[in-house]
């Protein structure tokens, strides 16, 4: 849905709703004006999908290892082997272990894996596809936690109601 339209040296630019929703405010004391890039316009309220819900609960109740810089990121051969076989669940990673290769300009570099013991229980990157730097590569669950986790995901499977 068109949101509104700026005027950037006279040529008009529609600003279109990156989300479904609805507008719970609308900051109507800027119209007319300049502002600066990122000056907030208007508040949507969007209600989160069930997978939206995982994600957020994901990020704060696993251990990220996050890329530290922009390139594209791969399984090293013995992990990529498990992971296929089985699922990524079956990988259980530990501090300094090789677990990535970093590729970028055409250079490969193995790139070791930093912080807690535990099973790998999301991957948030995808082959041929460039990660921002601080964007997170994976999610790290510690074995004894794996349970409760999967049980509160499993209650906001069955759990959630979407409205549409």
């Known amino acids: 849905t068109r949101l509104a339209t700026l005027e950037r040296e006279r040529n008009p630019k529609p600003i279109c709703s990156p989300e479904k929703g609805i507008i719970s405010k609308i ?18 309220r969007h209600m989160l999908t069930r997978s939206e819900v995982e994600h957020q609960i994901l990020k704060k109740a696993l251990y990220l290892f996050r890329a ?13 082997k498990k992971i296929r076989a089985a699922d990524a669940h079956s990988v259980v990673v530990r501090d300094g272990m090789e677990l990535l290769i970093m590729s970028r300009m055409k250079r490969e570099v193995p790139l070791h894996y930093s912080g807690p013991t535990g099973v790998i229980y999301a991957v948030y990157f995808s082959y041929n596809e460039n990660m921002d730097a601080d964007a997170p590569l994976i999610g790290v669950c510690p074995e004894d936690q794996l349970p409760v986790i999967q049980d509160v995901i499993m209650r906001v499977q069955t759990e959630w109601t979407e409205k549409g």
């Open 27 to 44: 900051h109507s004391q800027l119209e007319g004006m300049f502002v600066e890039a990122g000056t907030p316009l208007m508040v949507i």
């Open 68 to 80: 530290p810089e922009r390139a594209k990121y791969y399984f090293t051969p013995e992990v990529d």
